[in-house]
């Protein structure tokens, strides 16, 4: 079983997060270093949060 652990790392009022990820799978490795932002958005009344590669999220 490959396991995948996101840490959120957001301020109470923000629309952006630094999304840390910690993962023992090979193929996702990747994202433990790659710098990461998150976008708070809302679907259907609750918060979901839009992660991608820094430079992409700051594009949208």
Partial sequence: ???L???NNAEA???YTSPSVYTDSPLLKWLETEE???RIESGNGKP???IGRK???EKL
């Fill in 36 to 38: 990461l932002a998150g």
């Fill in 13 to 15: 009022g923000a629309s």
């Fill in 1 to 3: 079983m490959e396991l």
């Fill in 48 to 50: 979901v949060i839009v």
């Fill in 5 to 7: 652990r996101l840490q």
């Fill in 55 to 57: 430079q992409d999220i």
